[in-house]
């Protein structure tokens, strides 16, 4: 069954705002992935944080865990319109000794000029 | 020097045909695993391999075979094409702990 929930859907913003996305998910966790898949292409890993974290940042990317809530929230500061993709969560939840990664519905960002 | 390829990258062919897509890593890893993406953008592990041992199995028709001849290889056969088996089927490797590295995707069109 499915994972994890986004939100919002879809979001549009002007290039340089910033750009907020939530995640939820259900059950206890390993650590929480993020990734970006562009229009037609693969996916992209773009931030870990494990489940001892709270907050992580890699260059423009700020990601939030709260793991008593079971969500996190991914941050892109001053946004580009090359950022303009759907931005994936996904639950790294062990199956045994396994990684199994379970993905999030998604959010679509459009960064216009 | 592509981490993960995936071949062919578009696949139409009619149903009830068996057709067979193929994935290679260079990255070392020792996970490789397939995932489906449906038109809805949703995500779903498929099967999971460690090793060329299979460690995840999701409920999956069992027209769909894996295959791992070794660790940098893992392969998804597929029999007797349905309507519904048409989606983007992603490989991904993993070092067992961290980010996965996607391949590019195989868009399987069944018509």
């Known amino acids: 069954s499915q994972q994890g929930e986004e939100d919002p859907q879809a979001l549009s913003i002007q290039e340089g705002e910033n750009a907020t996305m939530n995640c939820s998910y259900k059950t206890s966790i390993n650590n929480l992935q993020w990734y970006r898949q562009n229009s037609g292409r693969g996916l992209v890993h773009l931030i870990l944080i494990r489940s001892n974290e709270r907050e992580k940042h890699s260059g423009r990317l700020r990601v939030t865990l709260d793991t008593s809530k079971k969500s996190s929230s991914l941050l892109i500061t001053a946004s580009r319109a090359a950022d303009t993709a759907s931005y994936f969560c996904a639950t790294d939840a062990r199956a045994g000794t396994a990684s199994k990664l379970t993905f999030g519905t998604g959010t679509r960002l459009q960064v216009t000029l | 020097d592509t981490a993960v390829s995936q071949t062919p990258k578009y696949l139409v062919t009619q149903m009830g045909n068996d057709k067979s897509i193929k994935c290679e890593q260079n990255l070392g890893h020792d996970t490789m695993y397939w995932y489906k993406q449906d038109s809805k953008k949703f995500l779903k592990i498929m099967f999971s391999y460690n090793n060329k041992e299979l460690i995840i199995n999701e409920t999956v028709p069992n027209r769909f075979s894996p295959k791992s001849p070794d660790k940098a290889h893992l392969n998804l056969h597929i029999n007797s094409l349905e309507l519904g088996d048409s989606a983007v089927y992603f490989c991904?490797?993993?070092?067992?702990?961290?980010?996965?590295?996607f391949g590019s995707g195989t868009r399987l069109t069944v018509v």
């Open positions: 991904a490797s993993s070092p067992g702990s961290g980010g996965y590295t």
